[in-house]
Each structure stands twice: as C-alpha cells, then as structure tokens.
C-alpha cells in the first residue's frame, strides 16, 4: 500500500500504509475433503402444509380493497385440496394487513373465521395484526385501533400478557407515537399485566428522546409508585447517558449516587459513559477522578476505558499523562489498538510536536497494530496545521494510492494549506479526489474550496498569501 516518503523516512524508517500480502489464486489453493456431503432425506410433511405451501408460492395481495380480498380468499378456500394451516391464514390476514385499513383487517379477519370454520385465530393472529394498527398517522387512530384489536383477542379467549404489550409500545413508539405507548402501558398495568423489563426500559429510553428529563422522571415514580415497577441497572444507564449527551454531568453523578442507594451496583459502561461526557468537554482531571472512582467500586476499567481516558488527555493537552495511562492499560493485560495511538497522535499534533506523531507509526508497526483511516487522516491534519506542508502532500498522496477516504477536517485544513503557499491547481486536484472517493458530498466539497479561495484573495489583497 505504499511507504513513507523519503521525507519523512529521515524521521522515522517505517511504512506509513502496510501492504496485505496477496492471497493465493483459487486455482492453486490446496483442495481438501475432509467429509463426504450427506445425503438427507427429505422430511414427511403432511397434506395440509404441503397444500399451505402450494398457496403460499402464489402471489398475495395487491390490492386494499375488501372485497377483492374476501373474493381471492373465497377462492383459495374452494382450490384448496386440504385444510389451510393457521400459519397460512395469519399469513394472508398480515399481507392484507399491511397494505389496507386497521377495520379493514379486522373486517377480513371475521369474514375469514366465518367462510373457513375451522380457522381459529390464535393469540399469533392478533400479534402480528398490532403493528398494523400503530402505523396510523393520527395518534389517536392509532390507539384507537390497538384498543379494537386487543379487546377482539381478549373476545377470543387471549387475555393480552407482556409480550403483546411490548409489541404495541415498540410498534407506537417507532411510529412516534411515545405518549400514546405510555397511555396504553398504564391501562394494560390495570387491566391485565405489567410491562416487562424490556418494555419497560425501551419506554424509557423512546421518552428521553421525546420529553424533557422532568417528565422522564416523573414517569418513572409513576410506574414506581402505582404499578411497583422499579427502575434497575439498564433504566438507570439510559438516564445517565441521556444526561451525559445534554453534557449535564452533575446531574449524571447525582443518578450514579440514585443508583448505589437502590442497591444497584454501576458497572464499567456507566462509569465510561460519564467519563467520556468529562472527555468530549476536555475535562481530563474529572476523567481521571471518574477513573479512580471505578476503582474504589471494585468495578475493573476495560479496553474502552482507557481508550476514554486516553482520548480525553491526549484532548486536553495532556500526552504525558496519557502516556502514563497507556503504560497502566498495558500492565493491565490490555494491547493499544488504533483508536488509542490514534488520540495519542491528535494530542501530540496540538502540541505542535507533529513528527512525535509520526514516530508513533513505527512504534505502531512493531506492535502489529494496524493503522486506520482515522489515524492518517489525524496525521495529515497535523501536518498541514504544522507548517509542514510537503510532508502531509506525499502523506496524501499514500492515501490516494490506496483509495482512502479524506476527512472533512482534513480536508478543510489541506486545502487551505495548499491555497495559503499558491498551489491552487493542487487543491482543486484534491476536491476532485474527494468527490470522486465520495469523502464528501459535492456541495460541501466545494463550499469548503470556494470559501478558502476567497479567503486567499483578501489575504493576496493584505499581503498574507503568495
């Protein structure tokens, strides 16, 4: 894939893209049997599936209109040479379902039960009828429908249990109708079951994303108070990475302390959620204080930790100390990949040490750790904000060799450094790259040239640029 430049090679002796070795032809792979193939006979299957299944190779429904539907069902019924399976009855009702009506669904289903007498719905058939009914634009159609749907099952003899409930809540709330989900939540907890973790959980976590934490909260000591429904370690979680992506740390340690009082125990996810919300912020001291809070719990940092930790130093201009983490990270039976290298580079390049960055290549090469886009990218951003521009253009050049995509910040950054010393053939050479390598979209790629380049005509006006 290519070796670094004679440029940088006075720096550091290494190659800056690996080349994978090439795979030998098919043609001259070794070819082995270790086992001669079984011949299977083919299962017994009975008159009635093999006649469902005869009627399933047919097309299904095409068109919304009832009747057309009753009338191919009619004619089924009278083709077939067996009984129809349940199977294939839910089968038919679903593809009807999902292009007409809720009352036009239910309406196919009581035609059905009537001309096929020895059909009968079980709880399956009103399951797979209920994501129909939530898919209504009109929020209040949608319960409405629900609601005719489930007191037809409990007609049939099905009380609705959790697992009905949860398929009516992730089937509303994926169609935004959340307050809906929770409306019909509270009036199945006192007609006829609680909701179970799961659902109750993938409620809380469509809430955080629609309402305003307060009202969070206050459903959840709703649940708690009325329906003895305890928020556990997975609700706790949603809350705190909700609160860490608003960047409202304080609140986010205040669940934690929540949570050790309900007698749960925070894991690693919990304590690298918060971590990495001090670290977006470049908050190192606080990442280190989350760091060492973890082990006071007991609770032994991961990979994603010290990567976290790591990133978040090396971020807020602290590589000795992020370097000293990646010894501990080591000690700890845990290799450096990418990601961690990766950040070390981005924080020496802030530094201004830029060749210390590319000397983490060759450490990466004897480690056999593989560098990623993201890492190239890093490095020729830095390059280019370094002053040095020939370096980072063959560094590009690599890049371009193998097809890597360019990102937008190094992107931005090498245009202008191309356009700031004169070479505005080169960077327009480089928005071809970047469309054609799809690295960006059109617009962007050029909004990013246009404004550089009338940057670079005041700066020729006030005698900054070549």
Not at 207 to 218: E, N
Request: charged share 25%.
């Amino acid at each position: 894939m290519g070796r670094i430049p004679p440029s940088l090679r006075s720096a550091v002796s290494t190659s800056l893209i690996k080349r994978a070795p090439d795979s030998q032809p098919l043609s001259d792979q070794p070819r082995q049997f270790l086992h001669k193939p079984i011949k299977r006979k083919p299962a017994k299957v009975s008159a009635a599936e093999q006649e469902s299944g005869r009627l399933q190779q047919k097309p299904l429904l095409k068109s919304p209109d009832l009747n057309d539907a009753k009338k191919l069902f009619n004619s089924l019924v009278a083709a077939a040479r067996a009984p129809l399976e349940v199977r294939f009855n839910n089968a038919f009702l679903q593809s009807y379902a999902a292009i007409s009506t809720p009352d036009n669904s239910i309406s196919l289903l009581h035609h059905m039960s009537k001309t096929l007498p020895s059909f009968s719905p079980d709880r399956s058939t009103f399951h797979l009828l209920l994501p129909h009914c939530c898919a209504s634009p009109e929020s209040s159609r949608s319960l409405s429908a629900v609601r005719q749907t489930l007191n037809l099952m409990v007609n049939k003899g099905f009380d609705p249990n959790q697992v009905t409930v949860d398929i009516a809540v992730r089937s509303l709330c994926s169609a935004g109708h959340v307050d809906e989900a929770v409306e019909l939540v509270k009036e199945m907890a006192l007609k006829h079951c609680k909701p179970d973790t799961y659902t109750y959980n993938f409620l809380v976590k469509s809430l955080c994303k629609t309402r305003v934490l307060s009202s969070v909260y206050g459903f959840i000591d709703e649940f708690k108070t009325s329906f003895d429904v305890e928020p556990d370690l997975i609700t706790y979680t949603i809350l705190i990475d909700n609160v860490c992506n608003s960047r409202n740390l304080r609140e986010a340690t205040r669940l934690v302390s929540v949570l050790k009082e309900c007698g749960n125990k925070p894991d690693c996810y919990v304590y690298n959620t918060i971590m990495k919300g001090y670290c977006m912020l470049s908050k190192g001291s606080e990442a280190i204080g989350i760091y060492k809070q973890m082990k006071e719990d007991g609770v032994e940092p991961d990979m994603v930790t010290y990567n976290t930790l790591i990133f978040g130093l090396s971020k807020s201009g602290r590589v000795s100390d992020a370097r000293k983490y990646l010894k501990v990270m080591v000690d700890n039976g845990y290799l450096p990949d990418a990601v961690t290298y990766t950040s070390l580079m981005n924080g020496l390049c802030r530094e201004g040490n830029v060749m210390g960055a590319v000397e983490l290549l060759e450490e990466m090469k004897v480690k056999n750790c593989e560098p990623n886009s993201c890492t190239y990218n890093t490095l020729l951003h830095g390059l280019c904000k370094g002053r040095m521009l020939e370096k980072g253009i063959e560094l590009y050049g690599l890049m371009k060799q193998v097809g890597m995509q360019i990102e937008t910040a190094s992107y931005a950054t090498f245009v202008r450094a191309l356009c700031r010393e004169g070479r505005v053939a080169e960077a327009y050479e480089v928005f071809d790259y970047a469309v054609e390598s799809r690295s960006l979209t059109d617009v962007a790629a050029y909004t990013t040239l246009e404004s550089t380049l009338k940057w670079l005509v005041k700066a020729r006006q006030q005698g900054l640029a070549v």
